[in-house]
């Protein structure tokens, strides 16, 4: 596609359920970012994917939240018993591992209200 | 820790006046700045970004940067209403690792 592609766009779920997000990042990227931005706040790096593997999970507020790539393209976030806290609106962006100088194109958001 | 911070704003601009975003940003060895815009509702948009000292200009945006300040600052000429959105500094890290400012609110009243 023409850019980062995330679904779903809105996603209510009840305290303590599970949930998937997911980003389909632009074709020939290698590197996948997800950031996760609260209101009135900028975006909070969470993980970064070179390839397949996480290269950098160090933004990853706790062991509820994971995240995998299994063939290097689209990536899924996964929060399982989901608190309010959690609620916020997770983004990704994705580029080539050499854009060291360049901001990349971030995907229109999964917006998660936890209720 | 890495920080970036900037004026929470609101910044109110008349239609045609020049407005002035700045940040600052905490770890020295920053070597690439950027500044996204974003639209209430909407993800951020590059806008800009810069790496040398100096000035870097692209239509009405200047982007402005100071390493030994550890000051980048946007300035937006002939402000327009469709400017109006919330301004977000950001400075990346040698792992292509992001770190954002909280953002500035911009108004530009007709």
């Known amino acids: 596609g023409a850019g980062v592609s995330q679904t779903p766009s809105n996603k209510v779920t009840e305290k303590g359920k599970y949930v998937e997000l997911r980003c389909d990042p632009i074709?020939?990227?290698?590197?996948l970012y997800w950031y996760r931005q609260s209101l009135g706040q900028g975006p909070e790096f969470l993980i970064y994917?070179?390839?397949?593997?996480?290269?950098?999970d160090s933004g990853l507020p706790n062991d509820r939240f994971f995240a995998v790539r299994p063939e290097g393209s689209v990536s899924t976030l996964k929060i399982q018993r989901t608190e309010r806290g959690d609620s916020a609106v997770y983004l990704c962006a994705s580029s080539f591992p050499w854009d060291r100088l360049y901001g990349y194109t971030f995907g229109s958001g999964t917006r998660l209200t936890v209720v | 820790q890495k920080e970036v911070e900037q004026n929470s704003g609101p910044l109110s601009v008349p239609e045609g006046a020049i407005a002035s975003l700045n940040c600052t940003y905490s770890?020295?060895?920053?070597?690439?700045f950027f500044w996204y815009r974003q639209y209430s509702g909407k993800s951020p948009e590059l806008i800009m970004f810069i790496y040398s000292n100096g000035d870097k200009e692209d239509g009405r945006f200047t982007a402005q940067l100071n390493k030994a300040s550890q000051y980048v600052s946007l300035l937006i000429r002939d402000s327009q209403p469709s400017d109006s959105a919330t301004y977000l500094c950001a400075v990346k890290d040698n792992f292509n690792k992001f770190y954002f400012g909280s953002g500035t609110k911009l108004n530009v009243k007709p």
């Open positions: 994917f070179q390839g397949t593997g996480a290269a950098d």
């Open positions: 074709s020939g990227h290698t590197a």
């Open positions: 770890d020295r060895g920053s070597q690439s």
